[in-house]
């Protein structure tokens, strides 16, 4: 039982003491069996040098201690406690200890430490999981070579696996069979992995630059088989990309991926043997949308890099956690823009690798910016922590992944491959921290990084503000950047202590739209053309900087690419937006000058909704919308990103007190006035992207069937939506794969229940047996806009009792408690409470069933303070309710921080 009334215990990052033990090898046993597992733990112990700790303490939790042995003897100097195990007056000498542990994977419902999914066993050590396996060091600067040894019924559990290289294989009694397994680097243990069942693999093999032949499986139910061939693919193209970019090769003979139904994040880089959610393995044409394909090719690339950036060089403890994933992060972002550029002009190529962008920092604005605001705000290397699973956060993956960007924009990507080098030659086999990752970019680039530092350890997004002033008779142009913290809690607050080093990319825009060349006061070097953006190196507070020999008074185009993870302001007028999106040579400004124009019009719109005023909406930002969707020497996926609006929840954010229903019709009368004035615009963007021929998921058809779904959805926002119902309906009776099938079907749902019925029940007859399917038949139902005065939380209740439901899955939780509470904002946020009311009972069910999913939905009320005070007062109900309910310290560490 989890204890209730246990203090919540808050784990600093200035009390980091090195381990005082080191492990030189580990052999473990498992007799797998579901009800009980035996784990026997054979450990080579030695003390630290310098160490004179005379107990060994362990971690451990939810085992059974069933024997302790020293170099082959009964132990009895053993205390068992919820946390651990403390091993008293161990010898001086280097010795052997010897654990056997029982646990129960079929009751594990937590799907952290060993657990049974759908008959087979499968493990998560990430963060502290390996700790309900057996008592150990788990920490991760605490690194060994494992054995392993699996022991299991052959009928029941025919595969076998576990990291590294297979060494040894054969028969036992009673029908059961072993398997051995060795990886010879030295790892931190929450990099274990094993996995047993009634698995099957595609296989491919491999020669990489060495000449050296590698051995690549998906391993998957033998059902899903088929869906294999695009997570193979993508893996190949990682192992290539990372020699290719970065000069790292595969290190292991073997590299293996299982997928599993029941797993609490997107995947996991255990050395030698990725264990990832089906959802980022399985996909064909029929079951998985383009996002779905661009969704594996990332995480495959994600989890393989961490080969490197993790494995090979790991954290010295959590509060490093950024090390690895910024890094991680940022690499998968490179890949991803590098496949979708692949073979195509460089005109599409800089258009595929912009749509990347821009997706990734849509993603960062809309969720890292606010958790930055809020009550979980932290510095990318936090400072502290209750429950390291609630720090797997956007800060450190996202922000993190900015801050890694910024080396290369500093330093170009020849220098930040320097310093990449550096840092494997320094530390590959370590356990490191944020610092050694920038003194090595520091040192690589021969550039005093000591202020970069801010970065990692500042909480809150950074504000620039920028004024410019244009001098015709002296032909200069100075611009003023004064950077600083908006809002944030007392211990945001507390962490911003001076100015950042802020990258900050600027181009100067003439009056016919090109850019004028740049050159700067203090250099005197002008730039030839191209290279008409220049990365200035804001420093202090408050900077100018001058161009000169400027011909004519510019428009300034900033923050170039988002070269840093700020947010900028800038008085400009709506018709000098217009022109920047019209104009602007940087495809990321482009679409920023439409999303600054669209924002601050829905902004005043929701204001005038608030007020119970007549809205309207200036033609002319429905004119500029409008030449972007016609131009045609744009490519579709750049327009599909245009087109989109910042959501609601992003709109929300930028309010002081939020209304989300007055929000909702804000957004809701800007899509029918652009539905209303660019129908024949939006008919023909739907006519003229249509993919013709055989579905596949190249950026190119992704991008032209986006834009054609984004149009057909205006489309259904029209007044009178009847050619919008009856192109949905024949392309979802039409479609051949899963964009548009469920485009068509979301499109459907939006226009109303009635027209939906109907090919609803198609889908869930065509994919009752698709598990990945459905959930997004239960997520799109969750998500449906809903008409004046209906409750989707009806149909979201009535879903909870569908067969097909279950709690306990993560991704059917996911699919459609969460959807609802995070994607359904203005349903969500239902005057008379509702919606929090659902979302406390969900949080309380999930806790005791799995804390680590539970946490999650419970972050979903944490900006409660931001919404008008009728809803904040109910809000802040819903969350007492579940501070009093609480079992875990993961929700509590949440529910806690939000009320405080
Ligand atoms: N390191 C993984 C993410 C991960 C973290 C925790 C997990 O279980 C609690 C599982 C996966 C990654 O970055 O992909
Ligand atoms: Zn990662």
């Known amino acids: 039982m989890l204890d209730n009334s246990a203090a919540s215990v808050t784990i600093r990052r200035v009390d980091y003491t090195p381990p005082a033990f080191a492990i030189d090898k580990v052999e473990l046993e498992f007799d797998l069996a579901p009800l009980t597992t035996t784990v026997t733990n054979r450990m080579q112990l030695r003390r630290a040098p310098g160490a004179s700790a005379r107990d060994l303490v362990l971690h451990g939790e939810d085992l059974e201690l069933v024997r302790a042995e020293i170099d082959g003897k009964p132990w009895t100097g053993v205390q068992v406690s919820t946390d651990g195990l403390t091993v008293s007056n161990v010898p001086e000498q280097p010795f052997e200890l010897t654990l056997v542990t029982t646990n129960r994977p079929s009751a594990n419902t937590s799907l952290s430490g060993l657990y049974v999914s759908n008959h087979n066993f499968f493990t998560q050590c990430e963060a502290e999981g390996f700790r309900r396996i057996t008592y150990f060091l788990d920490r991760p600067d605490v690194m060994t070579t494992y054995t392993v040894t699996l022991r299991a019924s052959r009928a029941d559990y025919p595969v076998l696996l576990s990291n590294g290289n297979l060494v040894e294989t054969g028969e036992l009694p009673d029908g059961r069979h072993f398997a051995r397994w060795h990886d010879p680097f030295p790892k931190p243990s929450y990099l274990f992995a094993l996995v047993a069942g009634k698995l099957v693999a595609r296989e491919q093999r491999i020669r990489i630059r060495s000449g050296e032949e590698k051995l690549l499986q998906v391993w998957v139910e033998p059902h899903d088989l088929p869906k294999t061939e695009y997570a193979m693919q993508s893996l190949v193209h990682s192992i290539e990309w990372d020699e290719e970019r970065f000069g790292l090769p595969l290190d292991l003979e073997r590299f293996m991926i299982v997928a599993v ?131 797997y956060t956007m800060t450190v993956y996202e922000k993190g992944a900015e801050v890694v960007r910024m080396y290369q924009t500093l330093f170009g990507r020849d220098g930040f491959r320097k310093g990449m080098d550096l840092y494997f030659a320094r530390h590959d086999g370590q356990a490191v921290t944020c610092d050694d990752f920038r003194a090595a970019m520091a040192d690589a680039n021969q550039r005093d990084l000591t202020q970069f530092e801010r970065w990692y350890s500042q909480a809150g997004t950074p504000h620039v503000s920028a004024t410019a002033q244009y001098d015709a008779a002296a032909r200069t142009f100075d611009i003023t950047l004064t950077q600083g913290y908006g809002p944030a809690s007392a211990d945001a607050k507390a962490t911003q202590k001076g100015p950042l080093l802020i990258p900050f990319a600027i181009g100067l825009v003439g009056s016919d739209g090109k850019d004028l060349p740049l050159r700067l006061a203090q250099d005197g070097q002008v730039l030839a053309e191209p290279q008409t953006t220049r990365v200035l190196e804001l420093t202090e507070t408050e900077q100018t900087f001058r161009f000169v020999d400027v011909a004519e008074e510019p428009l300034p185009s900033l923050l170039r690419n988002f070269s840093a993870p700020v947010i900028v302001s800038y008085d400009y007028t709506d018709a000098q937006l217009t022109f920047l999106f019209a104009h602007d040579s940087d495809p990321f400004n482009r679409w920023e000058a439409g999303q600054r124009l669209a924002t601050r019009a829905l902004l005043s719109l929701a204001d005038a909704a608030a007020r119970g005023d007549a809205l309207s909406l200036d033609p002319e930002i429905v004119a500029a ?102 192109l949905a309906r024949a392309q979802y009776d039409s479609a051949d794969n899963m964009t548009e099938r469920s485009a068509a079907l979301v499109t459907l749902l939006q226009i109303g229940p009635s027209a939906a019925r109907a090919p609803l029940d198609d889908f869930y007859l065509r994919f009752e047996k698709e598990a990945l399917a459905l959930d997004k038949w239960f997520g799109m139902q969750a998500t449906r806009r809903g008409a004046p005065g209906e409750r989707v939380l009806d149909d979201v209740g009535a879903l909870m009792a569908h067969p097909a439901f279950s709690l306990k899955n993560p991704n059917r939780a996911r699919a459609l408690i ?27 069910a999930l806790d005791a069933i799995n804390p680590q999913v539970a946490s999650r939905l419970a972050r979903s009320l944490e900006r409660w303070r931001k919404f008008t005070p009728a809803l904040r007062e109910k809000m802040r109900a819903a969350l007492e309710r579940v501070a009093a309910g609480v079992q875990s310290k993961d929700v509590r560490e949440v529910v806690e921080k939000a009320l405080a």
């Open 261 to 391: 139904g029941d797993f609490n994040m997107g995947a996991m880089e255990n050395k030698g043997l990725n264990i990832f959610n089906t959802k980022y393995v399985l996909a064909d044409a029929e079951t998985a949308t383009d996002i779905d394909f661009s969704g594996i090719e990332a995480v495959v690339g994600h989890e393989y890099f961490h080969n490197w950036t993790g494995n090979r060089v790991t954290c010295r403890d959590w509060f490093q956690l950024s090390l690895k994933e910024g890094l991680t992060v940022f690499r998968d972002q490179e890949f991803s823009a590098d496949m979708a550029a692949a073979g195509g002009s460089p005109e599409a190529a800089a258009a595929a690798r912009a749509a990347r962008r821009i997706d990734d920092v849509r993603g960062l604005r809309q969720n890292q910016f606010a958790e930055d605001a809020g009550p979980m705000a932290h510095p990318v290397r936090p400072d502290s922590y209750v429950e390291i699973n609630n720090f």
């Open 625 to 726: 919308f409008g030449r972007v969707l016609r131009d045609s020497t744009l490519a579709p996926a750049f327009r599909e990103l245009a087109l989109t609006l910042p959501s609601e929840s992003y709109l929300a954010e930028q309010i002081e007190e939020a209304d989300p229903a007055a929000v909702h019709a804000a957004r809701l009368f800007f899509r029918r006035a652009l539905a209303n004035g660019l129908r024949d615009d939006l008919m023909a963007a739907y006519e003229q992207n249509r993919v013709e021929g055989l579905y596949e998921p190249s950026a190119v058809d992704a991008g032209r069937r986006g834009l054609k779904n984004v149009a057909l959805s205006y489309l259904a926002d029209l007044d009178d939506p009847d050619d919008a119902a009856e």
């Open 818 to 844: 969460f959807q609802f509470c995070m994607g359904n904002a203005a349903q969500f946020h239902a005057t008379d409470g509702s919606g929090y009311a659902f979302w406390a009972e969900q949080v309380l």
